[in-house]
DNA sequence: TCTGCATGTTCAATATTCTCAACACAAAGT
DNA sequence: ACTTTGTGTTGAGAATATTGAACATGCAGA
């Protein structure tokens, strides 16, 4: 239906241009990729659409591997501004954690909304990577314990602590918690 | 034929990773990317090949680039070693080029075997961007003009300079002339 | 329990890629 | 001129990706 897609063009052009960088012949890359030389000609005047497989194995032969390849191509620009309903919301139950940006991909920073219920509590957690993470209280008053250490935060409150000791939050008093954090780096 | 192939499988379980990372199911994902919730289920568990355009519509709606999605496959190792009758000629007539590595992409440095025929001649030359470059003389002689200067070197005998500088290389004298040069970066 | 809704999966049909073979062209050797 | 060898391109058919609709499951709420 679609043919001749100009991303497709822009594509073979640039296969073309690392192909004979390579100082290749169709035929030959094709040999070494285990690919036929029309699938090659096909991608480089831009009349298909290749497969990942494909153009991965072409690639190959090069050899240059994908993510180089695709370097020309403008990242997607990731969002600068969030809109409240934009944040991510990943929590569960009675706790809320909405996170800035929806994708933390390439980010350093891994940034939460959290709301706590009457009673929410996570339970004790430890994380085995090494990060650190901190936070303030905006409303409401929250039970923080972290290691051996254990104290009631309230509106202004702050915590500081690495992520690798054992800690636990849970919602004290009459209105729900609700919190600020940041973590870094995010667990990947 | 090939069903489920192994890459296909990381390639879907990387998406799936992305995908969830993000918050979006699969129909929400299919709905921002223009395609269907079967071809990412499909994908996602590995049981088919996208291609490239697929691949890449799924990934804008993420959103997230080609590039920084296969920068977890690991690059082609470039070669370390090269035989002599595998060094990429670039040269044509009387000059040839022999270049250390057939393909530039992703390196900083451009090496090369000259080797002048009987009066054999660069013509003058000058390189927009901005590189340096510099040589040694392995047999024969060659008359080096660069700017204003002039000189023929012969064995042993080297040369160093701007590229911005207006060049040319010329044999002189009864045998042919080999050399060996470096120059960064290369031209892209 | 039932309904409604959201999730991911699977099937048959359609659209597309990929292959194999042939073609057209150019350069070099005889 | 005529091969020979190399290049990239182009059909028709086999192989495969993508679609659209149905299916299965789980979860929240009445």
Redesign the interface.
């Known amino acids: 239906m679609q043919n001749t897609?100009i991303?497709?063009m822009e594509?073979g052009q640039r296969l073309r241009a690392?192909r004979e960088?390579?100082?290749?012949s169709q035929r030959a890359l094709a040999k070494r990729a285990d690919v036929t030389n029309s699938t090659i000609s096909l991608i480089e005047s831009g009349k298909v659409?290749?497969?990942?497989?494909?153009?991965?194995r072409i690639l190959?032969g090069?050899?240059?591997?994908?993510?180089?390849?695709?370097?020309f191509?403008?990242?997607?620009e990731k969002t600068v501004f969030y809109a409240a309903e934009e944040l991510?919301?990943?929590g569960k139950g009675g706790l809320s954690l909405k996170?800035v940006g929806?994708?933390?991909?390439?980010r350093q920073l891994m940034i939460l909304l959290e709301t706590y219920e009457l009673n929410a509590d996570t339970g004790r957690v430890m994380y085995g990577h090494e990060a650190e993470e901190g936070g303030i209280v905006i409303s409401g008053r929250v039970e923080v314990t972290v290691g051996h250490e254990r104290k009631i935060l309230g509106p202004g409150d702050a915590y500081y602590f690495d992520s690798r000791s054992p800690h636990r939050f849970r919602q004290v008093g009459p209105e729900k918690c609700v919190l600020v954090s940041a973590c870094t780096p995010p667990s990947f």
Not at 21 to 24: I, R
Not at 62 to 71: K, L, N, Q, R
Not at 102 to 106: E, F
Request: net charge negative; proline share 10%.
């Open positions: 897609n991303e497709d594509l690392v960088q390579a100082g290749l659409n290749p497969s990942v497989g494909a153009l991965r190959q090069i050899p240059i591997g994908m993510s180089e390849f695709f370097a191509e403008p990242e997607p991510t919301e990943i996170q929806g994708n933390l991909i390439g």
